[in-house]
């Protein structure tokens, strides 16, 4: 039997990859070198690997 996944379950893996969206692109947007150039890159380097780590997965595989 399955059980029913609650909203936060759903939805808080791509909101929070969203968020490390927006910050990152706009740390690299402003920025002038320092800190927010590494903040900007692991930032979108983090939403990049799992990109790549669930596009990598075959249908049905689980992660």
């Known amino acids: ?6 909203s936060t379950a759903i939805w808080s893996a791509p909101i929070l990859l969203a968020v ?7 740390s690299a947007l402003f920025s002038d070198g320092g800190w927010s150039d590494k ?4 930032c979108l380097a983090i939403v990049s690997l799992v990109s790549f780590y669930y596009w990598g997965l075959k249908p049905g595989q689980k992660s």
């Open 39 to 42: 903040l900007a890159w692991v």
């Open 20 to 26: 490390l969206t927006i910050i990152g692109l706009t």
């Open 1 to 6: 039997m399955r059980q029913k996944l609650t």
